[in-house]
């Protein structure tokens, strides 16, 4: 889904910033992998001196080129793991990944997690709810989602992905449910400001209405050895 504007990503990133703070912000390269067209970029664009954008199909590498024209931006029309295989990962970078781990086998989600792992770095994933109940029925009404596929977020809980994580050297830090209203609903009212700051505070009662978070949210770093 193509949109024009970060309004839903703010919105999303300062839920986030709600639990977290803005600590996140000091990395010096933001990472997102398996970008689409974008519709999370807005603000790492916008808060990273240095965004790495990386999208394997060339329809929607395409689109972040036209989108984030910008010095500090890099689109990298691959697979993350084709992009790392002969380079480093930046010091101080951090992953992004939004709609991402449910698309993902248990073998990819263990590179990816090991590859962010030994490079010490963090990462943010959001991911649809799996405790919410208005997803079942999503696929059946948005020809953009195929059943069997989008199905694979109930897997995606946080005690399953914390496990996964682990295996790979990586710890969550914290976990919360984010967009307690209809991301549709949401993306309307953001569209008039009066009501960007009353949505934002309202998220706050997150830990009464955890079954009604659209996504969930889990912020990753390397464990620590003792």
């Known amino acids: ?74 689109v990298a029309k691959t697979t993350v793991e084709n992009y790392f295989a002969k380079r480093k990962v930046p010091k101080n970078s951090i992953f992004f990944g939004f709609h991402l781990l449910h698309h993902l086998t248990k073998a990819q989600r263990k590179k990816l997690f090991s590859l962010i792992s030994n ?55 914290n976990h919360e449910t984010l967009c307690l209203l209809p991301p549709f609903l949401t993306k309307r009212l953001l569209s008039n400001k009066s009501w960007q700051n009353e949505l934002i505070a309202f998220e706050k009662v997150r830990k009464f209405l955890p079954f009604l978070g659209s996504y969930h949210f889990f912020y990753c770093r390397p464990i620590e050895k003792a």
């Open 1 to 74: 889904m193509l949109f024009k504007d970060g309004k839903f990503a703010d919105f999303i990133f300062a839920s986030i910033e709600q639990v977290v703070g803005k600590d996140y912000k000091k990395h010096a390269v933001a990472i997102e992998v398996g970008a689409g067209m974008g519709r999370f970029s807005f603000t790492l664009v916008n808060n990273f001196k240095k965004v790495i954008l990386i999208e394997p199909a060339k329809a929607f590498a395409k689109v972040l080129k036209q989108q984030f024209n910008k010095k500090h931006v890099l």
């Open 119 to 173: 490079s010490k770095s963090s990462a943010i994933f959001v991911d649809p709810n799996p405790w919410n109940p208005l997803l079942l029925v999503q696929p059946f009404f948005n020809r953009d989602m195929a059943f069997k596929q989008e199905m694979q977020y109930l897997k995606i809980t946080k005690a399953n992905l914390a496990k996964e994580l682990s295996l790979c050297g990586l710890e969550v830090k």
